[in-house]
């Protein structure tokens, strides 16, 4: 029985071998049309190297030999020529007469540079008006000034996923001035630690969020804003104050536990999801759009940004991209810049001064009133920067005085 299986196995062998050895034949004839001609395969073993060498020197000569015959077939009108010079990016055709059927083959790279560079002509014939604020950044590898444009583009398309909407229903025990007090208490904070200015925008996205999804009493608020500050400064600082300091500057109102728990549950509730465009993203882009821009501009317009920040209704009546925007218009309306909306501008926002105007006319009215305020903590941070805050804020966008006597 075992004699009978082992010899159809065999057989079968070298059936296949057979097989192989014909569609090995059939392959090498398909080779002959190139020139690579071998007449037979070595019954044993490898070829010799000499052999080798003769069938790849045989197949070159071959080749050679069909190139001069196809050349000699070429009409004189026909051949095309290949120039060397680095000016000619393609073949040209020598020929006598115009109308000749053999077409001109472009590559695929000079199609796509001769679109790109009619697509830069146009655009840059349309944006005349538009000045390129990245030009001196462009030995900088950090500015990525090859990729801003797209990065601000994605930050627009997803500002509205870290968006905070309106919350007060939800919070029966806090009202939108106790949220004025504790943004307030949070800037001297951030003063007093010198963090980053982003720190504490991201801060308060942390906390408006928060307060957006879970219900917090009112002895809780000030528990949930140094929790925030302590995710956003392990966020964004490099030397991040530790949970003893914020305690220290609670007055000691919670324990150090008090804090870590807080900060678990915050950060299980936004689902870690930290990483949002805050308005002092766009504040960076927009007040550099401002040409000729300076320091008083700039201070200014981070000044009624962060009123805006510490109003509840501005907060969550507005996107961060048009918040800072109007802090930007606001800013040059403030200080009399002509012309106070370029085209530049509005490139790079990518809103008209119509569209701004409502939300500039509120943080005028909040810059108008920050003097007879109770709540310092700005007035006196941006007094020392360039006394922005005590500049009369901009005519044009207060209501006008209703007057009696008339």
């Excluded at 728990?261 to 993203?281: C, G």
Aim: charged share 25%; aromatic share 8%; proline share 4%.
């Amino acid at each position: 029985m075992a004699s009978r299986a082992v010899v159809p196995q065999r057989e079968n062998n070298e059936e296949v071998k057979q097989r192989n050895a014909r569609a090995d034949g059939r392959n090498r004839r398909v080779l002959q049309d190139i020139g690579n001609f071998v007449d037979e395969r070595a019954p044993q073993g490898k070829k010799p190297i000499t052999e080798g060498v003769f069938a790849v020197t045989q197949a070159v000569k071959g080749a050679q030999r069909k190139a001069a015959d196809k050349a000699e077939k070429l009409k004189p009108e026909d051949v095309i020529v290949i120039s060397s010079d680095e000016k000619s990016e393609r073949s040209k055709h020598v020929s006598k007469k115009q109308g000749s059927s053999r077409k001109q083959v472009k590559t695929l790279t000079s199609i796509l540079s001769a679109r790109s560079k009619a697509v830069s002509g146009l655009i840059n014939k349309l944006n005349v008006s538009i000045e390129d604020i990245d030009g001196a950044d462009a030995g900088n590898a950090l500015a990525v000034s090859e990729y801003v444009d797209d990065i601000y583009r994605f930050y627009k398309l997803t500002e509205d996923e870290g968006r905070v909407r309106d919350y007060t229903d939800l919070q029966p025990d806090l009202n939108a001035k106790m949220r004025s007090i504790l943004v307030d208490w949070l800037i001297e904070v951030h003063r007093k630690f010198e963090l980053m200015p982003e720190t504490l925008y991201i801060t308060m996205n942390i906390v408006d969020r928060f307060l957006s999804m879970k219900v917090v009493q009112r002895k809780e608020l000030q528990l949930v804003g140094i929790s925030a500050m302590l995710i956003a400064c392990k966020y964004e600082e490099i030397w991040a104050p530790e949970v003893n300091d914020f305690v220290f500057i609670s007055d000691n109102a919670y324990a150090r536990e008090n804090v870590l728990v807080m900060e678990k549950k915050i950060l299980d509730t936004l689902e870690w999801y930290l990483t949002v465009p805050t308005p002092y993203v766009f504040l960076v882009r927009f007040i550099k759009a401002c040409i000729p821009s300076d320091d008083k501009i700039e201070n200014l317009a981070f000044y009624l940004a962060e009123l805006g920040l510490m109003q509840y209704p501005a907060a969550v009546m507005y996107s961060p991209s048009m918040l800072a925007a109007a802090a930007v218009y606001a800013a040059r309306c403030t200080l009399g810049k002509s012309p106070l909306w370029s085209e530049t501008l509005m490139h790079h926002t990518g809103y008209s001064e119509n569209q701004l105007m409502d939300c500039a006319k509120l943080l005028v009215k909040f810059h108008s009133t920050t003097a007879e305020s109770k709540l310092k903590a700005l007035y006196r941070k941006f007094s020392n920067c360039d006394a922005v805050a005590l500049l009369a804020p901009a005519r044009s966008l207060l209501p006008m005085p209703i007057n009696h006597g008339e």
